[in-house]
């Protein structure tokens, strides 16, 4: 199946912008997503490119997409301890119905 | 507009027992995936449906399966629980594919 990996743990101050890197597989994929989860709570849909987008902004929150490598970053601007959380990259299989998540990224704010 | 609703939030079952876990999408999705989390594997895929036709499945055995009513409404059961099914299980849903996947809160499923 198709691997997707991020790296573990992420720890920034409050105020400074946060960049969370993803690397992926399948090159079909359609669609690339960061999905962010709370303690205790499910996926919450942050944002999501479409592969033949470069970069999307959305708010404090930019998406930039490397196809040729593969590589997708998250960034936040202005990080807020609400922000604490841990964050999934995600692709869809070329049949648009299977997620394929990376580990996830714990982000911690430091106040 | 109500989200993605998944019941019972908590279940606590023994070994050997079997579990219904239900799943009522947005209104008008008519696709719904179920996806396991635990710590050691993260988020792993179960299967998906679509107008009550499950169109893909993941790698786990056969005492996990599920189904979708003609309301979109979908149910997974596992059968001969182990401990190693303690898990978060999410399901999400979605109008149509590769794009809009809501994820309800899950159900945490322990294994005693």
């Known amino acids: 199946g198709e691997d997707v990996e991020q790296s573990l743990f992420l720890s920034v101050r409050e105020g400074d912008s946060s960049v969370i890197n993803c690397t992926y597989t399948?090159?079909?994929?359609?669609?690339l997503y960061w999905y962010k989860q709370e303690p205790g709570a499910g996926l919450q849909l942050l944002t999501y490119?479409?592969?033949?987008?470069d970069m999307k902004q959305d708010q404090r929150l930019t998406v930039l997409l490397n196809k040729k490598d593969k590589h997708l970053s998250l960034r936040i601007a202005d990080t807020q301890t609400g922000d604490s959380a841990i964050y999934f990259c995600?692709?869809?299989?070329?049949?648009?119905?299977?997620?394929?998540f990376g580990t996830g990224t714990s982000l911690t704010v430091i106040p | 507009k109500a989200g993605v609703t998944q019941t019972p939030r908590y279940l606590i079952k023994t070994r050997g027992q079997q579990v219904t876990l239900s799943c009522s999408p947005i209104s008008g999705h008519r696709s719904v995936s179920w996806y396991q989390q635990t710590p050691g594997q993260g988020l792993q895929f179960l299967f998906e449906?679509?107008?009550?036709?499950?169109?893909n499945k993941g790698n786990f055995p056969g005492r996990f399966s599920g189904r979708q009513f003609s309301n979109s409404r979908s149910e997974m059961n596992v059968s001969t629980l182990e401990l190693g099914d303690s898990a978060l299980y999410l399901c999400?849903?979605?109008?149509?594919?590769?794009?809009?996947?809501?994820f309800g809160s899950g159900t945490r499923l322990t294994v005693v």
């Open positions: 490119i479409f592969s033949n987008m």
């Open positions: 999400a849903s979605s109008p149509s594919e590769s794009y809009g996947y809501t």
């Open positions: 995600a692709e869809i299989e070329n049949t648009g119905n299977q997620f394929y």
């Open positions: 399948d090159s079909s994929s359609t669609y």
């Open positions: 449906y679509f107008s009550e036709t499950q169109r």
